[in-house]
């Protein structure tokens, strides 16, 4: 029987990182290095995170800062005398852009039949009429004509202003001006 004999390492040297190093086993090397990698990653992505939560707050800060000075200070106008008459024009403007030009257009598209033609429709806002020239073979035809306006819901009154014949004219027409007043709604 023979004993085998097993090799006995003898080492004086002093410890030390190197020595410990130079026999560390390659796959703890690699898995230090690993974890010195994911370390010092971690450490950047927390200090980037920490920058922007700092910017974010300064902004916050700053947005906040701005929303109090505002709402602390009354709004400045300018207080500038407008001429009457400038301001009547400006009104009037407004008022004659606010018509309720489809629902007038519809009602007396609805209640003109063939036998009228309509000339002229013009609206005056401050009294809410509509003054409306046409013209007409018939009296008959004129008179069912501004029956038919008043059965019209957009019009609270339908009236006939004045008519007379066109003598120029071969065919003769009967030229008639109505007002109808419309609703506001």
Request: proline letters at 5%; a neutral charge; hydrophobic letters at 45%.
């Amino acid at each position: 029987m023979t004993k085998r004999s097993r090799a006995m390492r003898i080492d004086f040297a002093p410890r030390s990182l190197r020595r410990t190093l130079f026999h560390a086993h390659p796959a703890l090397l690699a898995v230090g290095a690993l974890g010195v990698l994911l370390c010092t990653g971690a450490v950047l992505s927390a200090t980037r995170l920490a920058d922007e939560r700092r910017d974010r707050a300064q902004q916050l800060q700053h947005v906040q800062e701005r929303a109090a000075a505002m709402s602390a200070r009354p709004a400045q106008v300018a207080m500038v005398d407008i001429p009457e008459a400038e301001a009547a024009f400006v009104n009037g403007a407004i008022a004659q852009l606010n018509l309720p030009w489809r629902e007038l257009q519809d009602a007396v598209a609805s209640a003109t039949p063939p036998a009228i033609a309509l000339i002229a429709l013009e609206p005056d806002a401050r009294k809410q009429v509509l003054k409306i020239t046409a013209e007409a073979a018939s009296s008959d035809d004129m008179v069912d004509y501004v029956s038919q306006l008043k059965q019209q819901e957009a019009f609270s009154a339908v009236a006939l202003t004045r008519h007379d014949v066109q003598e120029t004219d071969p065919h003769r027409p009967l030229r008639f001006q109505l007002e109808a007043t419309w609703v506001n709604r």
